[in-house]
């Protein structure tokens, strides 16, 4: 019986929700402005962050192993910071704000045109922001050597556990370091195939009932 062949990109369909075990309740509390790398790299990927407004601190993520945390300070009443799942969509080293008096916003990572971003800044221990996600200094600028345009980032109410579990399979094509919380709501278009031939997998159609249309 004739096989299909898929490029590796379709191995991304293997990604897998995190068990509860993966989660990190268990952890103490983050003093306002503290943060912890728990791991130095090198990275095997992808990096991705979890950021919670009611605990009001972040999760950096290598695949699903747990590699920093960060207290954060989010936006404030009148100003609250979006629940979503966003990718960084710019990086500047040096930024200052658009929309309030020129205020400085070093490391700043943008997840939304309309103002919300990560960035360096004043961390209380509450949510005391415009909206943006306030992040300790060294923090923001070890985070900011990490990131590339489009790391996802999941800013939710309370969750802080690892989004997903990586099939091995994704994880050994050393090409592969793209990662979805979800639909991406139109805010990126996906990546383009890579050029060239890659590993290429067969696949028995009568097993997985695919449907083939001719031109």
Not at 80 to 107: C, E, V
Not at 180 to 205: K, T, W
Request: charge should be positive; hydrophobic fraction near 40%.
């Amino acid at each position: 019986m004739a096989a299909l062949r898929l490029r590796p990109l379709l191995l991304l369909s293997t990604l897998l929700l995190a068990s509860a075990g993966h989660a990190q309740a268990d952890l103490p509390p983050v003093a306002p402005g503290a943060y912890r790398w728990m791991e130095q790299g090198p990275w095997d990927g992808p990096i991705y962050m979890v950021i919670s407004i009611g605990k009001q601190r972040i999760h950096v993520y290598d695949g699903d192993r747990l590699i920093g945390i960060a207290a954060v300070s989010t936006g404030m009443k009148g100003h609250r910071t979006p629940t979503g799942d966003y990718p960084i969509l710019q990086k500047r080293q040096w930024h200052r704000s658009n929309l309030y008096s020129n205020a400085p916003m070093p490391f700043m990572q943008r997840l939304t045109w309309d103002g919300i971003a990560l960035h360096a800044g004043h961390n209380p221990g509450y949510p005391a922001s415009h909206g943006c996600i306030r992040l300790p200094y060294a923090f923001a600028r070890q985070l900011f050597a990490m990131t590339k345009i489009g790391t996802p980032v999941a800013v939710t109410q309370d969750r802080l556990s690892a989004a997903l579990k990586l099939d091995p399979l994704v994880l050994a094509d050393p090409d592969n370091r793209v990662v979805s919380f979800g639909p991406a709501s139109g805010r990126m278009p996906p990546p383009e195939p890579a050029s060239g031939e890659g590993p290429m997998l067969d696949i028995d159609p009568a097993i997985f009932g695919m449907r083939l249309q001719r031109p």
